[in-house]
DNA sequence: CGAAACTAGTTGCATTGCAACTAGACTCAA
DNA sequence: TTGAGTCTAGTTGCAATGCAACTAGTTTCG
């Protein structure tokens, strides 16, 4: 077992270096550019280059990846052109393959910022979402204008499904926030310290300490 | 100038340990349990206690967090019982606040994904996304089932606040998956690789390099 | 008595995110 | 023409995170 190297992770920008290369050789500044082209950058992080070079480094030495040339446009520093090899065209399908059909479980930091929406007054979270709903209409408003406009450009429309996807999950969060809101306003919605504790002291509370007390 | 820390970064961990010593001081051990048993494991990750303890060295060298005690309940190890300190309270206000206000640029792998699902034919595409829409339902379903027997078992609403909006998001997604794949099922959703290279060579693909060859 | 399983915490490694730094080339205006 | 800003291109370092393994005492169960 002479090649025996550990199996390359994937991650999200590992897999768009790695389908990038599969369309053309490349080096690493021209991947970020065609990135950023593409719109891309809302969906694989490339904005400190540390990242995208650090990623074509660990696919180079998995051997997903070869140097193709170096070549030496005078005026531009010397470039390094990368292209894809067999072992990276099958480890892209499997990358693919699993980053579509298992959801993995990730932690963002709103529903956690949610699960303690509690310390604060009814109040103060009503004025938070507001602000919230505001900035999420705007992206998803911003985001739209883009996608529409690349479409009737004449992008085929699996070039555009992240968006689309993007743009559902946005409509979905504005959608559930503007409810959250017109709850919190109407009063449906409330809590105090008191109901909290209350509440905690008949619940599941008391079993993970010697002492019971709450608050 | 004496006591001039660096400011504590926000994580959902450190706002979510912040605020459970905000009900009552804790050891390390009794905060993860606590985690579980409020079922928050979907928020924050606390599976390995590596990061719950360094989570909590982080708040207590930033003066967020303060040792109260030092417990010994003979048959267990030593455990330190940590409480919060008036700069936590203002911390974990401040963070709140921006957790909740600003939405974040985060980079989940499925949208990643997606951006690439092209490499793909429409049949293989279609299968992995049904796998996927398979999965997304059962994971709702048993969250829908634990949120509801809370939400009866007289769990207030705002408690249960994050379960709702995780609720919504998933439900979007597979709103979205099972558009995609009727899509997909009646031809009206497809690409190949002609049809793709055409719509590149007449797209804005040809600035990143000095060679404009595509394939 | 021995094997699991639980309690509690530690260590190490690879990866990520973020920011700063180097350094040559080009661009434009005072 | 020279100096300030801006591109191109890549590097370095640090803090944080994710993940897995390891230590070590305790209890439980067969």
Redesign the interface.
């Known amino acids: 077992m002479a090649g025996m190297t550990a199996p390359v992770k994937?991650?999200?920008?590992a897999?768009?270096v790695l389908?990038l290369l599969?369309?053309?050789p490349?080096?690493p500044y021209?991947l970020q550019?065609?990135i950023k082209?593409w719109g891309?950058e809302?969906?694989?992080?490339v904005g400190q280059r540390a990242g995208l070079y650090r990623t074509i480094e660990r696919l180079l030495v998995g051997g997903l990846i070869a140097v193709r040339q170096t070549e030496r446009?005078q005026q531009y520093p010397e470039r390094t052109v990368y292209e894809v090899t067999d072992a990276g065209r099958a480890a892209?399908?499997e990358?693919?393959?699993q980053?579509?059909?298992?959801?993995?479980?990730?932690?963002?930091?709103?529903?956690?910022?949610?699960?303690?929406?509690?310390?604060?007054t009814p109040d103060?979270?009503l004025r938070?979402?507001e602000?919230?709903a505001e900035?999420?209409a705007a992206?998803r408003a911003a985001m739209e204008e883009v996608r529409s406009g690349a479409a009737e450009?004449?992008?085929?429309?699996?070039?555009l499904?992240?968006d689309?996807?993007?743009l559902?999950?946005l409509?979905?969060?504005q959608?559930?926030l503007d409810g959250?809101i017109s709850d919190l306003r109407d009063g449906s919605?409330?809590?105090s310290l008191e109901?909290?504790a209350a509440?905690?002291s008949?619940?599941?509370a008391e079993?993970?300490?010697?002492?019971g007390?709450?608050?």
């Open positions: 994937s991650s999200p920008l897999l768009t389908a599969h369309y053309r490349l080096h021209g550019q065609l082209q891309k809302q969906v694989v992080n446009d892209v399908r990358w693919l393959e980053m579509l059909s298992v959801p993995k479980a990730e932690f963002p930091v709103f529903p956690a910022a949610l699960s303690n929406m509690m310390l604060f103060e979270a938070t979402l602000q919230r900035r999420i992206q450009a004449g992008v085929p429309r699996v070039a499904i992240e689309e996807y993007t559902a999950v409509a979905a969060e959608r559930w959250v919605l409330t809590w109901l909290l509440a905690a008949q619940g599941p079993s993970a300490s010697s002492d007390s709450v608050g």
